[in-house]
Each structure stands twice: as structure tokens, then as C-alpha cells.
């Protein structure tokens, strides 16, 4: 298995769906983001990396498409 992280900044708001179907944003600031070559990718954030969400591809596309995900390397 491939894994592939990158660094990379929060720059607007990239919505997930919480506990309870509760929608809510990954906080603007720095985060990490893992490929593992499927259909999602892992955003990870905190200042520990004790936070992360696995969203679709086509998510993480539309919020690079709109500046809101940043990849820094």
C-alpha cells in the first residue's frame, strides 16, 4: 500500500459531516494530507494531529478548485 502526505493549509471552509450528521469545517490553519490511493483522503489536523476526517476525492478537488485546501510541498 502506497501512502502519500502532504502539507498543506486550510484557507476557507472544507465541511465534513460530524457525529450525529452535524456539519462542520476543518479548522483554517495547518494540516496534512494522506493518499492511501482510494476514493478518500485524509485530512489531519491539531497541534498534535489528534483530529482528521476521510473525505472523497471529489471534495478535496472542489475545495482546491475554490483555495480553500492548499498543498505546500
Do not use: F
Not at 15 to 42: F, H, M, W
Not at 45 to 58: F, H, K, Y
Amino acid at each position: 500500500m502506497n501512502i502519500t502526505t502532504h502539507r498543506a493549509r486550510i484557507t476557507g471552509p472544507v465541511s465534513y459531516t460530524a457525529g450525529r450528521g452535524r456539519k462542520q469545517n476543518i479548522p483554517i490553519g495547518p494540516c496534512l494530507v494522506e493518499s492511501l490511493g482510494g476514493r478518500s483522503i485524509d485530512i489531519i489536523w491539531g497541534t498534535r494531529g489528534q483530529s482528521s476526517v476521510a473525505l472523497p476525492i471529489e471534495d478535496i478537488e472542489a475545495a482546491q478548485d475554490h483555495g480553500h485546501l492548499v498543498l505546500l510541498d
